[in-house]
């Protein structure tokens, strides 16, 4: 009984230190999601007090209510107004930071880890996504431009869903039993992806339509959440992506007044209705909370005694942060001042969307054999999702204090 009351009191205490973290945040730049893996760090590994395995199967579950909140979330996010403002600005520098990370951790997988080319496709594709869950509040508590400001959110949501659609499909192409993933388009996976935006699509619709009667019932506020998971079941046990489902319910409902009405139509719908103030309100609290244990449970999982997995994890940061400062270089409008280019070229830490991707393989029926490779994947992105919100942390905090100030002006401003 003494043991289930310290657990009580510890949950209650570590959402008093999620809201204590987000405060300082304010003051200090230093994401909340870095005090959580602490946390896990502290108690995990370091202390040994817990481990991922005391969770059982609470911890994969955990990973998919965080996979699908997460992805829901994102798709709230990819309104096309501000798509149409930011996009233009962003993209190319978007694109070109994707693929550079995708090519170098390619090569440093496939040559210095060992991995098979789809493994290393898979890591590399992971580690391409930039943390929406850290950038919206970083950029929201920074004294920048609006259009920096979106251009930042926006880069982080197109890389999230890339990220995802893509990983994704190199986990089917294993799931599937094919050798590669040309073979495995060629075949399905291209079919799969339409009908997973198709009940993405329908679950919006259909969801919009019967939403207004459901309020009118006591209590139902959790009714949303609870059809978002159902959807997700829904697509995953016909054998397509749940995960791109749930995105797709996101994205139509943030655009549901842009959607034609000739289209909505062919559902037996005349109008979609959007999410009240308060219902995004509890949305963003249950993400919250997901997110800060979610965060934790990553800090536990994180491998300190392996040398190997250290190094790697240090050099791909340093490597990818590189590769963006010297994209931003050349990519970045001429009309952007040299302290918003500096806070662009180095506010890319991944987060949220790499953990739940890394995580997904370890719940798959994969090949026997495979494993091991992907348990491996895992440390390696646990440990860059680490060290690149430090990263990320210590460049803002420098820049805001003036430590590397200079160094940024000069290094932007001969490209000026």
Known sequence: ?????????????????????????????VPDVLPLIFIGILIGPLFGIVSPDDFGYVGPLLSAVALVLMLFEGGSHLTLDTLKTSLKDCVVLTLATFIFTVLITTG?????MGNDLMPALFIAVVLGSISPAVVVPIVRMLDLSENTKSTLVVESAITDVLSIIIALGILKTFESGHKT?????????????????????????????ILEKIRKFPNTIFTSLAF??????????????????????????????????????????????????IEKTLFSEVIFLVKTFFFIFLGMSIQFGNFKILFIGILLTVLIYGGRLLLSRIFISKETPNSEAAMISFIIPKGLAAAVLAEVP??????????????????????????SILLTSFLIYSQGNGFTRGLYERYFSKSN
Request: glycine share 8%.
């Open 1 to 29: 009984m003494e043991t289930i009351s310290t657990f009580v009191f510890s949950i209650g205490l570590i959402i008093f230190a999620a809201h204590f973290f987000t405060a300082l945040f304010e003051r200090t730049r």
């Open 108 to 112: 440093i997988a496939y040559y210095i």
């Open 181 to 209: 993933i040309m073979e495995f388009i060629g075949t399905n996976l291209i079919a799969t992806m339409a009908m997973s935006l198709l009940v993405g699509f329908g679950g919006a619709v259909i969801w919009s339509t």
């Open 228 to 277: 978002i998971f159902l959807l997700y079941g829904l697509s995953e046990n016909l054998g397509y992506s749940g995960p791109i489902s749930v995105l797709i319910f996101g994205v139509v409902l943030a655009n549901s007044k842009k959607i034609p009405l000739n289209i909505v139509q062919k559902f037996g719908a005349d109008h979609l209705t959007e999410f009240t103030s």
């Open 362 to 387: 370890m719940h798959m029926n994969l090949p026997t054999g495979i494993e091991e490779t992907f348990i491996e994947i895992r440390a390696v992105v646990y440990m860059v999702i680490l060290f």
